[in-house]
């Protein structure tokens, strides 16, 4: 039984913020100046066997850095979104291409760029060291923190709400 109170299995798109959701709040820096990023495996893992599984997948974040890119299109995000400057817009905008209503997705997001799209999303989650004013719009606060496992808390709980967790050869493999 799943600790979300949300029918999840209407679910059949996540979108995720990166900084503060698939990796920790804080991140160093290279000497070049570009933001270098930490990835959980078992995010990764739930991820790429979301995708193949058929779920809607997407990346809406504000950063720009080619390994955010080639990280996520590598797990088979379809929608890698950078530079959101308004993720709203960019919600709004896959929700069209993709057909989905916003009741058939998970949003997770831990700032205040977030907050427009965690009103829209029919189910928002932010990670347990989320912002104060996220965490006072979600629907559910993982007991995660950003980077340490939240991305993979979320799916297997869909996955299991919906029976598709660990059933068939897809999950034993990347």
């Not at 058929?54 to 979104?81: C, D, H, M, P, W």
């Not at 205040?112 to 799209?117: R, T």
């Amino acid at each position: 039984m799943s600790s979300i109170n949300y029918d999840l299995t209407k679910i059949k798109g996540i979108a995720f913020d990166v900084d503060g959701v698939l990796s920790p709040s804080v991140i160093p820096l290279h000497p070049n100046g570009e933001p270098m990023r930490c990835a959980n495996i078992k995010d990764g893992y739930a991820i790429q066997l979301a995708a193949k599984l058929g779920y809607e997948l997407a990346i809406i974040t504000g950063g720009n850095t080619e390994s955010v890119q080639k990280r996520f299109v590598g797990l088979g995000v379809q929608n890698v979104i950078m530079s959101a400057s308004r993720k709203i817009d960019h919600f709004n905008a896959w929700l069209e291409r993709t057909g989905l209503k916003p009741e058939e997705v998970v949003y997770i997001g831990d700032d205040i760029p977030d907050i427009e799209v965690m009103k829209v999303a029919g189910l928002s989650i932010a990670p347990a060291d989320a912002a104060h004013d996220v965490k006072a719009v979600a629907k559910y606060i993982s007991p995660y923190n950003g980077g340490y496992g939240v991305g993979r808390e979320i799916i297997e709980q869909v996955m299991k709400a919906k029976g598709e967790w660990l059933t068939d050869e897809l999950a034993f493999g990347w």
